[in-house]
């Protein structure tokens, strides 16, 4: 069975500090793919980024940066000079499938506020 | 290119009394999804389709719950018999099956079951 671990419950940071959200994943299967949502209070889930089991390249979109380590099953997100606008609480997701697009298992989710 | 829709956005309804979402995805997409999600919580997947036939369901969707999808395109979740364990908030996302794969949301319908 899968499982998605998101064990920072709410984190608070000033304006334009960096943060860094954790995700820890279980799964015995060799191909995955892992998710990152941001659902803002109006409550709809954004996407924000898909990576599969094979590709450990870190990526960096804007002020986003995504961190996969399979050596410790691990798919962080950081924020670099964070923004109100960011306020939200963002969930990690895993999905077994070849191309993940079949069910998601999301953790708990972190709640992050940015304080102006 | 509209997103996903889902109607009612907010439902109220008695214990015991019967209830009926719709969703309607992004229109090229062939698989709906839907989810589950509580307070506190992340979203816990119930059941999904690809054009009309429904390829898996969780074991939280209990015989209280059915979901359909009759031409492919718009699908409907009815619970009978509510319970206050099924207030929730209900999601539904849509996507391909040819990349990109993403699961894009709806703002979910909240059913409050006093």
């Known amino acids: 069975a899968q499982k998605v671990t998101q064990a920072q419950t709410e984190i608070s940071v000033v304006e334009k500090e960096d943060v860094t959200l954790d995700c820890v994943y279980e799964?015995?299967?060799?191909?995955?793919?892992l998710f990152w949502y941001k659902q803002p209070p109006s409550g709809e889930l954004v996407f924000l980024i898909r990576?599969?089991?094979?590709?450990?390249q870190n990526e960096i979109s804007g002020r986003y940066s995504w961190n996969f380590q399979k050596s410790t099953s691990s798919f962080n997100f950081t924020i670099t000079a964070s923004q109100v606008v960011d306020s939200a609480v963002y969930f990690c997701?895993?999905?077994?499938?070849?191309?993940?697009?079949?069910?998601?298992?999301f953790g708990t989710g972190t709640r992050l506020t940015i304080i102006p | 290119d509209t997103g996903v829709s889902q109607n009612p956005r907010h439902k109220i309804t008695k214990r015991g009394q019967n209830v009926t979402f719709r969703c309607d995805p992004i229109s090229e997409h062939n698989r709906l999804y839907w989810y589950r999600q509580t307070l506190g919580q992340g979203p816990e997947f119930l059941t999904y389709f690809q054009n009309e036939a429904q390829l898996e369901k969780s074991r939280l969707l209990s015989d209280r719950f059915s979901a359909e999808r009759p031409k492919g395109s718009f699908s409907t979740l009815e619970i009978q018999r509510t319970e206050q364990g099924d207030s929730a908030m209900y999601l539904c996302a849509s996507s391909l099956v040819v990349p990109p794969y993403e699961q894009y949301f709806g703002p979910g319908t909240r059913l409050t079951v006093t």
């Open positions: 997701a895993l999905s077994l499938s070849n191309f993940g697009n079949e069910k998601l298992t």
């Open positions: 990576r599969n089991s094979f590709d450990e």
């Open positions: 799964t015995r299967d060799t191909t995955y793919y």
